[in-house]
């Protein structure tokens, strides 16, 4: 059985890879943030390595706190990156075990996580009411 090219194949694909871009994004801002001698090469490898990613959370971030706040930018980043990884736990649970009708309903699953990522993002950051957009 191969792997037929829809519309929302197609689409489903094209959102992975955004998250995947908001992954290396978001990892490069925040290594930047915390002083990082080699940011971008945190961002290239962290959305396509498991284990740097992992290496980046839970060892090389702990314990170096930020130099500047986070940016619009990151906070976005951070937020596509939260509702991906929600996304696509939520939508392998409810779907059939092929990559055609994962990648299909992985959009819609991307979409209900959205909310609770901004709110998580929102909560995790320390954005306070009343603060400008901008910051």
């Known amino acids: 059985m191969s792997l037929q090219l829809t519309p929302a194949v197609a689409f489903g694909f094209a959102l992975f890879l ?9 990892v490069t801002l925040d290594a930047r943030a915390r002083g990082s001698a080699h940011p971008v090469a945190w961002g290239v490898l962290a959305p396509v390595s498991g284990i ?4 980046y959370l839970l060892w090389w971030r702990r314990g170096r706190p930020r130099e500047s706040p986070p940016s619009r930018r990151e906070r976005t980043a951070a937020t596509v990156t939260v509702a991906g990884v929600g996304g696509l736990v939520t939508g392998s649970l409810v779907s059939p075990p092929d990559p055609a009708s994962q990648l299909t ?18 909560r995790r950051f320390g954005v306070r009411e009343g603060v400008a957009a901008g910051r």
């Not at 955004?18 to 978001?26: K, N």
């Open 105 to 122: 309903v992985w959009p819609i699953a991307f979409a209900c996580c959205l909310p609770v990522a901004y709110w998580v993002v929102r």
């Open 52 to 55: 740097a990613i992992a290496c």
């Open 18 to 26: 955004a998250v995947l871009v908001a992954t290396g994004a978001w």
